[in-house]
Structures are given as structure tokens and as C-alpha cells.
């Protein structure tokens, strides 16, 4: 355990207990104590089935306007470290755990989790029984919910009841890039021959553009408003369409560039990505009752029947009501939802799961292998 680990925190959790509580839009109140910036906050309440990777889950893009529950029961073991982190931000709106360790131990760990909370501003609360939660949550589908630090029960519910729902917004805006910028985190800088992969950034997640460094890529990373042609300028190699927040049905414009991507380059769409790739295609989308998140996914191949364990974070999935040269090439075998598409013409593929993990298993990142395949054909 490093030094500052074990020093950081002048008002630990073993300091101060002050009471918190979470209360859900539905009436169910959750007692806890407060941990992170004392305060308020609001946002849809979400469970993830990680083990671990929680600092890379606080700052995934896809969790934009969520308060995240992590069901395994003990969260802060080896502290925080600014290696950890997968964007520029912690992204949840509100935190809940069970337990909140203050002792972390590990050699990289700078700060306890609950300082790194306090930092950066987000509002938290434990000695939350997270497993009433969750299967509150699995019965009843996704609740909007608040964690308050000073208020009554009664108090939070009717300010709840005040707020903007999660559903209608679009929290892509909010994370995606606001200007173009070469990504250049791994390897040395460009010698000029690597091929360019483009990213369309609709809240792309740092290991991502990582492993295409590391595949011997230039990576560009554009805002999620950029055009195809704007995109085809750049002469990429290949462009991929990222992870990110919220429902692909706010994402029409998304939609129209990614047509116009198809058959002009090799392109590759996780999570998002995917949906918006299936609506270009005809799929329609519906909003799933708890939504996929954890590291943990059965995913079958239909071509081979190979089944692989993945990591997913997403709300909403897409129908097979394909048109033109796309087939469903993988499913969730929880639910028979669409995982994985397959143009059967043009080198364009996308999966619904996050083949870069942080969190979660490596299984799949064979796949970015594939896409780098297409990409060096057309280079």
C-alpha cells in the first residue's frame, strides 16, 4: 500500500458517518451514509455485475446521467490511480455501494475511492444493501433516483419528482469531443506509413484508441456532429463508431453519417456504434428493464456457435428488421438480443458488447484484429 494511499483522507469514512439515503421514483427508500462530495444528485439508477474495474466504470462515457450500483459488495480495495481512468472525467451522475473500504492496498493506488469521489464532485452514498436494490430493480426496470445528503425521505421524493427524466435527452453531446484531435497515449508518434483509422467519438472510451495505437494506427478522434465527407477527407483507412450514452433513437444525424460511411471505407461499430449502424440499416430500437452491464455476457457467434464471455454497458438494444446486405451475425443468449452485425458485401461489422473491456474480459479483442485486417486491405 503507497503512502499517500493510506493518508489521503483527513475525513474518512472511520471519521465521519453523516447519514445519506437514495430514494428511487417509485417511493422505495434506501438508508445509507454519505460518501464522495456532500450534496444531491439525480439521475436513472443502474446496477453493473463488475467485480471489479470501478474506476473504469465512473468514468465510461456510457454511464452519462446514470447513478451506478455495483453489486459486488466491496469497492475501494485498491484504491485509484489516474492510469485507471478511460476519459477525462468521472461520468456517473451519483455512486452506490455496500461497502466502502478506506484502506486500500495496492503499490499504483494514489487516493481512496472515496477521495477521488470527493475531487471530482460526485455525490455518493454506502451501507447501501445494493442486493435488495438490484432485485428491486430487476422486478421493476430502471428508476430514476436521487442520493441526497440533506434531506428527509419526503423531502428528496418531492424534488425527484421535479426533475428531467433520463429518457429524451441526449447525453451524446455531453461527452463526445468538441474538436478533432490525434490520440497518441501508446507508441511512438507516426512515422508516416501507419494507416489513419478515424473515431467518431459518441463517448469513446480511452482503451479503444489505445489498442489501435498499439495495432500500428494513426487514431483521429472527430465530434459525433462531423459529416461523412467531412469524415472521408481525412482519407481514413477504416472509421469506427464508438460507445456512448443514451438512446440511438436521439442520433438521426449519427445515422445519416454512418450511411455515408458504408461502402466508402471499412467500418467497425461497438455498442452505440452498433445501434446506430442497425437504424441505418432498418433496425428499430427498444429500451431494455434493467439494461446489460458487467463483465460477465454470454455472447453466441451464430457462424461458428463459439460462445464468448463479454463486458457490456447499455440500455438499449436494436431488432433484427434488416434491410439490404446485413445479417445478424451474434446474440446475448440471456435474452436472444441482437449482439454483433455483418455486412455480407462491404467490411463493415459492429458488435453490441465492448470488445476493449476496461472492465472485463479480453475474450473479444481479437476483433479489433479483424477490423485492422479490413482496414490494411483498403490502405
Not at 136 to 150: E, P
Not at 237 to 250: E, F, I, N
Not at 282 to 311: C, M, Q, W
Not at 328 to 343: A, F, K, P, R, Y
Request: charged share 25%.
Amino acid at each position: 500500500m503507497s503512502e499517500a494511499s493510506s493518508t489521503d483522507d483527513s475525513s474518512s469514512l472511520l471519521d465521519r458517518r453523516e447519514p445519506a439515503r437514495l430514494a428511487l421514483a417509485d417511493g422505495r427508500i434506501f438508508e445509507g451514509v454519505a460518501i464522495g462530495a456532500p450534496g444531491r444528485t439525480t439521475g436513472e439508477v443502474v446496477f453493473t455485475t463488475s467485480m471489479m474495474g470501478y474506476q473504469e466504470a465512473l468514468t465510461d462515457p456510457s454511464f452519462r446521467g446514470q447513478v451506478l450500483t455495483m453489486t459486488y459488495p466491496i469497492q475501494g480495495n485498491y484504491g485509484t490511480n489516474a492510469n485507471a481512468d478511460e476519459s477525462a472525467a468521472i461520468q456517473v451522475r451519483g455512486f452506490v455501494v455496500r461497502e466502502l473500504t478506506d484502506l486500500p492496498s495496492h503499490w499504483r493506488s494514489t487516493h481512496t475511492l472515496d477521495a477521488y469521489l470527493k475531487q471530482n464532485g460526485i455525490t455518493g452514498i454506502a451501507d447501501v444493501d445494493t442486493r435488495a436494490l438490484t432485485r428491486h430493480l430487476r422486478s421493476h426496470g430502471v428508476l430514476m433516483g436521487t442520493i441526497t445528503h440533506d434531506e428527509t425521505a419526503e423531502e428528496a421524493l418531492t424534488r425527484l419528482r421535479s426533475e428531467p427524466s433520463y429518457e429524451g435527452k441526449d447525453y451524446v453531446g455531453e461527452v463526445s469531443t468538441p474538436t478533432s484531435y490525434e490520440f497518441d497515449g501508446v507508441n511512438a508518434p507516426s512515422d508516416g506509413d501507419r494507416p489513419l483509422v478515424v473515431v467518431l467519438d459518441l463517448g469513446v472510451k480511452r482503451n479503444i484508441m489505445r489498442i489501435l495505437r498499439q495495432q500500428g494506427c494513426d487514431v483521429t478522434a472527430v465530434p459525433h456532429t462531423t459529416t461523412a465527407e467531412d469524415i472521408l477527407s481525412l482519407n481514413p483507412a477504416g472509421v469506427l463508431l464508438s460507445p456512448g450514452p443514451g438512446d440511438p433513437r436521439l442520433l438521426d444525424d449519427v445515422v445519416t453519417t454512418s450511411r455515408g460511411l458504408i461502402g466508402r471505407t471499412p467500418v467497425m461499430g461497438i455498442c452505440l456504434g452498433h445501434q446506430v449502424v442497425g437504424r441505418a440499416f432498418g433496425a428499430g430500437v427498444h429500451k431494455l428493464k434493467f439494461g446489460h452491464r458487467g463483465a460477465n455476457h454470454p455472447v453466441r457467434d451464430e457462424r461458428t456457435g463459439r460462445v464468448y464471455i463479454t463486458s457490456q454497458n447499455h440500455g438499449y438494444a436494436i431488432d433484427d428488421h434488416l434491410e439490404g446486405d446485413v445479417r445478424v451475425s451474434q446474440v446475448h443468449l440471456n435474452d436472444d438480443t441482437v449482439e454483433g452485425l455483418e455486412h455480407t458485401k462491404e467490411p463493415v461489422f459492429t458488435i453490441q458488447y465492448h470488445a476493449e473491456a476496461s472492465p472485463g474480459p479480453n475474450d473479444t479483442e481479437f476483433l479489433f484484429d479483424r477490423f485492422m485486417a479490413a482496414v490494411r486491405r483498403d490502405d
